[in-house]
């Protein structure tokens, strides 16, 4: 079988699928840079985020929540090795690593998400 491990668009369609963890109610932006974020999650994460990893961010418009996580494409390429069970426990292992939080693996979700242009 083959997989598609690239990022796949088109105009008027996006998607975000991965293992991911819901953050907006869970990370805090520290007081001290309060004011340059508001209460802007997303925006705090996308900063926080070095350039080479592999977690990503994804804001969901309906239910306003942000999504942080490891996307499908990422997931085959670091993780191929590993059992599909297993993928939460080492999608939690770098959230932490790299944000310094205390997620666990019952936070973790497969999340899907579609955006449109139309």
């Given amino acids: 079988m083959k997989f598609r491990t690239d990022f796949v668009t088109n105009s008027s369609t996006s998607s975000f699928i991965a293992f991911a963890v819901g ?3 869970k990370i805090e932006i ?3 840079i309060a004011d340059r974020y508001g209460s802007s999650v997303s925006e705090y994460l996308e900063d926080l985020l ?3 990893t592999i977690l990503s ?3 969901e418009e309906y239910d306003d ?10 997931v085959i ?15 939690v292992e770098v959230i932490n690593r790299e944000l ?6 019952k936070d973790v979700q497969y999340v899907e998400l579609v955006s449109s242009d139309r």
């Fill in 57 to 59: 961010v994804h804001i």
């Fill in 23 to 25: 953050a907006k109610d």
């Fill in 65 to 74: 929540e942000v999504y942080l996580g490891v996307e499908m494409s990422q």
């Fill in 50 to 52: 070095p350039n080479k």
């Fill in 77 to 91: 390429k670091h993780f191929g090795d590993v059992q599909l069970k297993d993928v939460p426990q080492k999608v």
């Fill in 100 to 105: 310094r939080t205390d997620f666990t693996v």
């Fill in 30 to 32: 520290p007081e001290d």
